[in-house]
């Protein structure tokens, strides 16, 4: 795990200017792996900004959807369809992922859920009380891209802070 005490000044500075220049958690994960070739987990970034007592611009309240949309089909028990939030646009190549949270989370969790990835692929997420996120595909032989990852990441940090978790 890197430490902020083994980045140099110009580091911190670097990554201070993305936060500033509005940069979210996973983008500065991500920058830190292209641009400082400093490899850290999710989680440790968080800490790392932390201990650098660098705070991120608060994200935008998410737009509400308008009202022509059809309602979710009520297909999967136990999930609470207020918590639901897709990402990115869809179509044209682009990433879309849904994510949702159970109303009755499984046992060892303090948060679960599902996600739907945009080309229909399912899993089970879970969030255990060590911080660990865990997820179980319903096909084996599937590997979510890279971009359905970050966008997945986005959208469960969304509903688990729309939920007031």
Request: proline share 5%; aromatic share 4%; hydrophobic share 30%.
């Amino acid at each position: 795990m890197s430490t902020a005490k083994s980045l140099s000044e110009e580091q911190i500075a670097t990554i201070r200017s993305w936060a500033e220049d509005g940069a979210d958690l996973s983008d500065i994960q991500k920058r830190l792996g292209e641009e400082l070739e400093v490899r850290v987990t999710y989680l440790e970034t968080r800490f790392l900004l932390e201990d650098l007592k660098i705070e991120l611009l608060p994200e935008p309240e998410p737009e509400e959807p308008e009202e022509d949309e059809a309602p979710e089909a009520e297909g999967d028990a136990g999930v609470d369809a207020e918590s639901e939030g897709t990402g990115g646009e869809g179509g044209d190549g682009q990433v879309s992922v849904s994510v949702s949270i159970d109303k009755v989370q499984r046992p060892g969790a303090i948060v679960s859920g599902r996600v739907t990835f945009s080309g229909g692929q399912g899993a089970s997420w879970w969030l255990d009380q060590m911080g660990r996120l865990g997820m179980d595909s319903d096909n084996p032989d599937y590997k979510p891209s890279e971009d359905e990852l970050m966008s997945f990441q986005r959208e469960l940090q969304a509903a688990i802070q729309s939920s007031g978790l």
